[in-house]
């Protein structure tokens, strides 16, 4: 996990960038493959990797101005090769399980929008060709749009 990592200079409040953990990792892994071990078996995640250094990016525009930035909050690098360990081990129960579902798309590899799309249109387009109707709600933040669809053949 820790070689899988993007090697980047930044750092969370520990000042340990992942360059500096991937360079030590042969001498940490064990040490922190325990105390990950340990986290996922008492379901508690370490509460000093849970903090965060929050720091501004200007987004554009003039730097004078507040508005122009949004925050981004540097983790750790041990906070980060956790949630890789704990993002892989829950996303191998979920598959091994079959806990989802396959209309489930987002957050999942292989899957993406651009599948969901072409299932709907699919489906809608099977529906219609046996002559029957479609219906559909879709909703988003501000507007509820309901749609009909027939076919006269």
Not at 13 to 25: F, G, Q, R
Not at 50 to 75: C, F, H, Q, T, W
Not at 85 to 104: A, S
Not at 138 to 152: G, P, Q, S
Request: proline fraction near 3%; charged fraction near 20%; charge should be positive.
């Amino acid at each position: 996990m820790i070689n899988s990592l993007k090697i980047k200079e930044s750092s969370g409040y520990d000042e340990i960038s992942t360059k500096i953990l991937k360079t030590s990792a042969h001498l940490i892994s064990s040490p922190l493959n325990y105390v990950c071990n340990k986290s996922i078996l008492s379901g508690t995640f370490p509460t000093h990797l849970k903090y965060a250094e929050v720091k501004p990016l200007l987004k554009k525009g003039d730097r004078k101005y507040v508005a122009n930035y949004r925050p981004i909050s540097l983790l750790t690098s041990f906070s980060r090769v956790f949630e890789k360990i704990i993002y892989n081990r829950l996303l191998k129960h979920i598959d091994t399980n079959n806990i989802l579902v396959d209309e489930q798309f987002g957050f999942r590899i292989p899957s993406s929008t651009d599948k969901a799309s072409y299932k709907l249109t699919d489906e809608i387009l099977n529906t219609l060709n046996n002559r029957m109707v479609v219906g559909g709600i879709f909703a988003t933040y501000r507007r509820l749009v309901i749609v009909l669809i027939t076919t006269y053949c």
